[in-house]
């Protein structure tokens, strides 16, 4: 395990160990790549080894089912799936959680756009949960919290990835029957340090501060990259081939190294229901209006079933299985594949800056062609151009 190896490959820093220890001798420590490592003081360590019996890592529980009940769908209401990034399943369970009087928890940008787990017990703040956000959050003290809330009763609903969902329940050491949990299935985490570079290349070549930044955001079409800015229209990259920090996270340059080792990235997986896209639903379910994303998700236990038939009605649902889910989302049944290029990325980034990266490490090879597919359309020129080239080559 991490303690013994310093094999950083075996540690997802879900912050279980360090809450746990009785008299607080472990420490989450950042690394030069902005990834936080427990370290134990040796003076302070009594060596009860809970810190050993409490990792997900090393104790991983696989005892969800096997062949979880599978769908596709997405809300019916058609403003809050706009709303949303993957289909809207998130918010309705939230939301129906809320009405329990319950606290809602999960991962949301400060005013500093630094990202941290946070809970909400109102509908207003629960708008801070909601979208895709591609780096590790900041957990903290909030295993604690969330412990504190189940002790007094209150229903809680803990979303995040497979590695804190499952390093929540072993921090927690036992069920709760008011605890519901959702983990996302996820390529990867980038750090907050890299995320931090990103912003600072974008108020650089936009010259205004960005006070708001999404990943994805079909209000806008379904844009990558919504960036606004404090005096400045908005930016929108319409893919993510044009935003340097989204094509090195689409392909796996910038993870945690626990990523490429997950393991969670299974079937059965971690949380009571499983909240992701369903890339390819097309292929399986023309007839669901896919135009604002729509989620997959997988009912992994009794108690995600029984807050599934509540809020099913909220749906256009169809069921689906395993194997048609991960066909075109692999990260539901294995970890991302790590390339070559991972080793030097933050490398590079110390010795270069992440200028350097960004245009010339993180640039797609279809860049340029884009950007001048984007001023041809600015110019209402690419659809006569389109039509003029299909026109060439029937003849």
Known sequence: MYFDSKNKAECSG??????????????????????????????????CNLCRKVCSWEHSD???????????????????????????????????VL???????????DDRLQLKHIGVDNIVDLQKLRGSKYLQSSLENV???????????KCCYFTGTGCQIAG??????????????????????????????HIAYLEHKYHDKVVDYKFRDYKVGGGCEACGFANREPVIKPTYELSPYLYSFMYGY???????????????????????????????????????GTSLLFVNTDKGRDVWEKVSDDFD???SNVADASR??????????????RDDVYKLLEEKGYKYLAENVFRSPNYNKLILRMWLSKQKWLKPIINLHKGVNKK
Not at 21 to 47: L, R
Not at 99 to 104: A, M
Not at 177 to 196: E, I, W
Request: proline fraction near 5%.
């Open 14 to 47: 879900c912050t279980a160990c360090y809450l746990s220890c009785p008299v607080h001798a472990i420490s989450m420590k950042e690394d030069e790549e902005g990834f936080v490592y427990p370290e134990i003081q040796p003076d302070v360590c009594i060596n």
């Open 62 to 96: 696989y005892s969800n089912a096997e062949k979880p009940l599978t769908l596709a769908a997405v809300l019916k209401d058609k403003d809050e799936r706009q709303r949303s990034t993957s289909g809207g399943a998130f918010y309705s369970i939230a939301s129906w």
């Open 99 to 109: 009405r329990q009087n319950g606290v809602v928890y999960g991962a949301a940008f």
């Open 143 to 153: 295993f604690n919290e969330v412990k504190e809330k189940l002790e007094e009763g």
């Open 168 to 197: 929540l329940k072993s921090f927690l050491r036992k069920d709760y029957p008011t605890l519901l949990t959702s983990d996302l299935v996820c390529h990867g985490v980038p750090s907050q340090k890299l995320f931090n570079e």
């Open 254 to 292: 910038t993870y945690r190294s626990s990523c490429y080792n997950c393991h969670f990235a299974r079937v059965p997986r971690q949380g009571d229901i499983t909240i992701a896209d369903f890339w390819g639903v097309e292929k399986y379910f023309p007839e669901l209006d896919r135009s604002c």
């Open 317 to 319: 649902y169809q069921v």
């Open 328 to 341: 075109y989302n692999g990260n539901v049944v294995h970890a991302s594949k790590k390339p070559d290029i």
